[in-house]
């Protein structure tokens, strides 16, 4: 439910933002990681985990070693660091599982597990013997990689409470496939043949046992001793460990509250299923069972759409103030039930895409800085940005080369999954609906054509951003402001009441119609008797005269 009330005077937001010394060493501590972090799984490509050292590290990343040694004390931490990424990398498969059994389910997971392997076979195979053992950093097993394995645990979770065979023992299910996984990895890692032939196999071969002990598995509850030697394995040699019981039941609450806030499409019910709530709550339980605040990432807010038929100006208005509100509120009520409460980290996506939305860069440095001070005036502290500039130290249009030749795969090779084909089709509309408002002398026949490949550029970007994001934050519990299906690895949420489930701040405006605020395009608004009303000087929202 959203409750707001409009000011008759705001602050103004032409005030600069003046970043805190604080602030500062945050920002140049997440480019110096990344940059050290890029380096190192280069270095780990190109001449292998073994052959790679330190110097060569800081020479590709133009720090010190002293630097280096900073952030990753050893190689062993970056290997760390390359497992988080893999377990994010597959949370991906999460809403493009097939309806169906278990077998098929875990058998998509597993494809695509070994698909990200591929690439990297150089880099894993001589760092296996660490990653086998328990008293390594690196051990797959060992508790520096606890927070991995809470990941991928979830999404065999997820496999399972989504499966139409799951049986009455989900949990137990979930962490046997778990183990299964970890040895069809093993066995990946000694395939030798092209195309991996005998990990293919493998794979086959569990997925047939599986289907055949698919009866079994609906028709009962594993017997409470197969059960408890289960539970003993899992405990004892898979890093399984159950989390007491008060903060599982604080996660939920917290899961909960953001699901509260949920965006979605399609045939989705009014309660969350276990599996949409297993790969967040794996997340948030992460945060909770070390008494931190619970970090969230918002990929949004990247500047004002240029079409004058959506937005009122280049700047943030009222829109953008209310959806900071909202999302304040929403970092209130985590911390309502959770003292360490939430931190919210906008990730400002402007200069990844202005040269393809026809929004200069210069205005999207205007919006950030405008956006900045409405946050510091709402008492900031819970809620920062995070954008290109921040990951790389260079101009935007650097930025965006290195952007998409570190973390996006070639334009030929971009095939969107059912979920992205979902963001494809609103963002083409998007689009068409910017350039018909900038070229209204055009057919929207001709406005969609010239726009597709904009429109399939923006989601390969996306992708991009959402792994470089991934990268600086990886522990963090994923938003979106675009609807997303029933089971996610991101939670689409609210930001404003709106009827089209894909507007947002930046692509219309605030409409007041007495005790009523809605989200429209600045036509629509128009259309129904929005006045334009200024604060400052400067456009703030439409209101239908009393």
Not at 200 to 225: I, K
Not at 366 to 390: C, P, Q, W
Not at 449 to 466: D, L, P, Q, Y
Request: hydrophobic share 45%; proline share 6%; charged share 25%.
């Amino acid at each position: 439910m959203f409750i707001f009330a409009v000011d008759g005077r705001r602050k103004s937001e032409h005030a600069q933002f003046v970043s805190t010394a604080a602030a500062w060493e945050q920002v140049r501590a997440q480019r110096s990681r990344l940059r050290i972090l890029e380096a190192a799984l280069a270095a780990f490509r190109a001449v292998g985990f073994e052959a790679a050292t330190f110097r060569d590290i800081a020479a590709a990343a133009e720090t010190s070693v002293g630097l280096v040694c900073r952030y990753f004390p050893t190689k062993e931490h970056v290997a760390l660091a390359l497992y988080d990424q893999l377990a994010s990398e597959l949370e991906a498969v999460v809403p493009e599982l097939p309806t169906g059994g278990v077998a098929d389910r875990f058998e998509a997971v597993m494809r695509r597990k070994l698909a990200l392997l591929g690439p990297l076979r150089r880099t894993l195979v001589p760092l296996f013997g660490r990653a086998l053992d328990p008293e390594a950093r690196a051990g797959v097993l060992g508790d520096a990689a606890e927070s991995v394995r809470s990941k991928v645990l979830a999404i065999m979770r997820v496999a399972v409470d989504g499966a139409t065979d799951a049986g009455a023992d989900p949990a137990g299910l979930a962490q046997l496939l778990y183990g299964v996984h970890l040895l069809l990895v093993l066995v990946w890692v000694q395939d030798r043949t092209d195309g991996a032939v005998l990990a293919e196999s493998a794979l086959g071969l569990v997925c047939d046992l599986l289907r055949l002990g698919a009866a079994f598995l609906t028709a009962a509850r594993l017997p409470r001793s197969l059960g408890d030697r289960l539970a003993a394995l899992s405990t004892g040699l898979l890093g399984v460990t159950r989390a007491p019981t008060d903060s599982t039941t604080v996660a939920d609450k917290i899961v909960d509250r953001l699901f509260r806030h949920r965006r979605t499409y399609g045939d989705v019910g009014a309660s969350p299923s276990a599996a949409a709530r297993a790969p967040h709550l794996a997340r948030v339980l992460d945060f909770v069972m070390r008494g931190e605040p619970v970090d969230l990432v918002l990929p949004a807010f990247p500047a004002k759409s240029p079409n004058p038929r959506k937005a009122l100006g280049a700047l943030p208005d009222l829109a953008e103030d209310l959806a900071l509100r909202s999302l304040a509120a929403l970092c209130a009520e985590i911390g309502a039930i959770y003292p360490p409460g939430a931190r919210l980290i906008v990730c400002s996506d402007g200069h990844v895409f202005a040269d393809i939305v026809d929004v200069p860069d210069k205005h999207v440095v205007r919006y950030r800085a405008a956006l900045e001070a409405s946050i510091t005036a709402l008492g900031g502290g819970r809620i920062r940005i995070f954008g290109l500039a921040d990951a790389f130290d260079v101009t935007p249009a650097e930025a965006r080369k290195l952007l998409l030749a570190r973390y996006a795969g070639p334009p030929e090779d971009a095939s969107p999954s059912p979920a992205q084909r979902v963001q494809l089709d609103g963002i083409h509309r998007f689009l068409t609906e910017d350039e018909q408002g900038l070229h209204p002398d055009q057919s929207r026949s001709h406005a969609q054509k010239v726009t597709r490949e904009r429109a399939h550029e923006v989601v390969r970007r996306s992708v991009a951003w959402g792994r470089l994001v991934a990268a600086v934050f990886p522990r963090a519990v994923r938003l979106s402001i675009h609807p997303q299906p029933e089971i996610s690895d991101k939670i689409g949420i609210h930001l404003l009441p709106t009827e089209d489930a894909w507007l947002t701040p930046w692509h219309g405006c605030v409409l007041v119609a007495g005790d009523r605020i809605e989200l429209v395009k600045r036509a629509v608004g128009e259309a129904r008797g929005g006045v334009l009303v200024e604060i400052d000087g400067r456009p703030s929202h439409l209101e239908v005269p009393a």
